[in-house]
């Protein structure tokens, strides 16, 4: 199994970018997907999640009303929109997939089986 996080950069102060995960190894459309970052010095911490039919989303506190997760599960991809930027979302911004089936989207990092890589982003004028 393989994610492959894309789509990261610089994005200027209320800025957008879009982040796109691909999965590859087996098909994940009975599985919940998140978005997790990680600052320099802090802990991992949950952005958004989804559920296995997409019906469901959950979003951090700091993301609700910018940030948008959504999937394709023919594309076995994940994506995040990022908008209204602020310099606080500069993090290294991995995703992550459960292994058990019909999940609902949670929010801890522990529920999660598979992780990318990591893209970066930096925000700053």
């Known amino acids: 199994v393989q994610l492959v996080e894309s789509g990261g950069g610089l994005g200027q102060p209320g800025g957008s970018l879009g982040l796109s995960c691909v999965a590859s190894g087996r098909t994940f459309s009975l599985n919940a997907m998140a978005w997790f970052r990680q600052a320099p010095g802090k802990e991992r911490e949950a952005v958004a999640a989804?559920?296995?039919?997409?019906?469901?989303?959950n979003y951090a506190d700091f993301a609700k009303g910018r940030f948008t997760i959504a999937r394709d599960n023919d594309k076995n991809t994940v994506y995040l929109q990022m908008n209204s930027l602020e310099p606080g979302d500069t993090a290294v911004y991995y995703c992550?997939?459960?292994?058990?089936?019909?999940?609902?989207?949670?929010?801890?990092?522990?529920?999660?089986?598979?992780w990318g890589q990591g893209t970066q982003v930096t925000v700053s004028s």
């Open positions: 992550a997939v459960e292994d058990r089936s019909y999940g609902l989207g949670s929010m801890r990092r522990v529920a999660y089986d598979y």
């Open positions: 989804i559920s296995w039919s997409g019906a469901k989303r």
